[in-house]
């Protein structure tokens, strides 16, 4: 099982990165799939999942209306469209993978998610 992320890097205040997370080794469109990111000397917090289908997702507040997460089953990707990124944005950011089924929806918590990437590291700053 890999998930591979890519897009980082860094940016100004007020601009945008895209995310993306490749998966393979195992079923991608029986997953739901996640965001995750961590500041220095924060815990990891949850930013955004999307359905097995990409219907539905949901997002944390501090995210919402700035950040858009999307998924291509066929490409076996998951991406993190990041609008008005701000410096608290700075963080690494984790894609994650959680078995349709395995918990309720959304799933936000570290423990729900049953995959994770390496993470890639984004900075906002002037």
């Known amino acids: 099982v890999q998930l591979v992320e890519s897009g980082g890097g860094l940016v100004q205040p007020g601009g945008s990165l895209r995310l993306s997370c490749a998966a393979s080794?195992?079923?991608?469109?029986?997953?739901?799939m996640g965001w995750f990111r961590q500041a220095p000397g924060n815990e990891r917090e949850f930013i955004a999942v999307v359905s097995w289908g990409g219907a539905a997702t949901y997002y944390a507040d501090s995210v919402k209306g700035r950040f858009t997460i999307s998924r291509d089953n066929a490409k076996k990707t998951v991406y993190l469209q990041m609008n008005s990124l701000k410096p608290e944005d700075t963080a690494v950011y984790y894609c994650?993978?959680?078995?349709?089924?395995?918990?309720?929806?959304?799933?936000?918590?570290?423990?729900?998610?049953?995959?994770w990437g390496q993470g890639t590291q984004v900075t906002v700053s002037s």
């Open positions: 080794g195992f079923t991608f469109s029986s997953y739901v």
């Open positions: 994650a993978a959680d078995r349709v089924g395995g918990s309720s929806w959304p799933p936000t918590k570290e423990v729900d998610m049953d995959y």
